[in-house]
């Protein structure tokens, strides 16, 4: 006997499986009577009893439905501050244990959920960022802009021409559905700074109206055109108004390589980079910069994602980027 246990200590594989098996047949001896005792206090209250089992009956683990919210239950308790994946879909219950819809910042992450939970989207906030914007359109040629940015996780923002939204109606569902914002370029490109405040805000709205019918959302922000704004514009534009850091110049060249060479010459964390999506060349340029940018480390993000990451944006004060 004393030479076995000196065995065992000495980590002898047999006499290690030996003193596993007393252990489990120990066990087996102790836990039937604990669950005895167990069952004996709680017999002291019948009624006490049933609830219990009804509880365990009640929530199994998945999802549940509350007045609340929705809770999602695992081993008899909502998990809370926790991710949960589902059929590859991440899901996140808050603090309280209830399912997180809408934005949330969860530790470093900018997150976006769907209505039903899902998670659509995180943003490094401490990460490095750029807002690619496209202006005049939509065109025909906005979708080869959308099906580079959907290869490579990236969204931008499109300032589009009100008298333009029902031609590419298509286009521009498009670009919204797969999260992409659409800003304010007035309704047909006028220079904001010559109106009166009355035009002005009717060319304002009959835009935002325009866009609304189609997307369901009303621009948030306004590009004036030409860049130019005044004091009239500043206050009755009620949009932050977005002008940009980098100039392509993509107008100007009709030049894919230009467009592609400026930025990746320029580009700095937390710029808002101007082309117009009305022009093939520069269409054909997102084949290239969107995933050169990706591989650089930047995220392509919305205006409004940016300012979300960053600190908000004031109505009627320009912003030639968002810096951290
Ligand atoms: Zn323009």
């Not at 990460?127 to 359109?137: H, I, P, Q, W």
Request: aromatic fraction near 8%; proline fraction near 3%; hydrophobic fraction near 35%.
């Amino acid at each position: 006997m004393q030479k076995s246990y000196r065995n065992i200590l000495s980590g002898s594989t047999f006499s290690g499986i030996l003193l596993s098996v007393l252990l489990s047949v120990l066990l087996l001896m102790v836990l039937p009577s604990a669950a005895l005792a167990a069952e004996s206090s709680s017999s002291e209250s019948a009624a006490g009893a049933v609830e219990t089992k009804a509880a365990a009956v009640t929530h199994p683990d998945g999802f549940v439905k509350t007045a609340k919210g929705k809770q999602y239950y695992k081993n008899g308790v909502p998990v809370k501050k926790k991710w949960i994946t589902v059929k590859k879909k991440k899901y996140y219950f808050d603090k309280k244990g209830y399912m997180v819809t809408g934005k949330k910042t969860i530790g470093k992450k900018l997150c976006y959920f769907s209505k039903k939970g899902v998670l659509t989207r995180s943003i490094n906030k401490k990460g490095k960022m750029v807002a690619l914007t496209y202006d005049d359109g939509p065109s025909v040629y906005t979708p080869i802009i959308l099906s580079a940015l959907k290869k490579n996780d990236g969204l931008a923002t499109f300032f589009v021409v009100g008298n333009r939204v029902n031609q590419y109606k298509k286009q521009l569902k498009q670009a919204y559905k797969m999260g992409c914002e659409i800003g304010n370029h007035s309704w047909d490109h006028s220079n904001l700074s010559k109106l009166s405040a009355s035009s002005l805000r009717s060319q304002l709205n009959r835009t935002n109206k325009a866009v609304k019918k189609i997307t369901g959302k009303k621009p948030v922000l306004l590009r004036p055109p030409y860049g130019s704004s005044n004091s009239t514009v500043a206050s009755n534009a009620k949009m932050p108004l977005i002008l940009w850091s980098i100039d392509t110049l993509d107008w100007k060249t009709r030049s894919t390589s230009a467009t592609i060479s400026c930025i990746k010459r320029e580009v700095r964390d937390g710029d808002i980079i101007l082309m117009h999506d009305i022009h093939k060349p520069t269409a054909e340029a997102a084949k290239t910069i969107v995933p050169w940018l990706v591989d650089q480390g930047y995220q392509l993000v919305t205006v409004s994602e940016m300012a979300e990451c960053r600190g908000k944006l004031k109505k009627g004060t320009k912003y030639y980027s968002i810096r951290k």
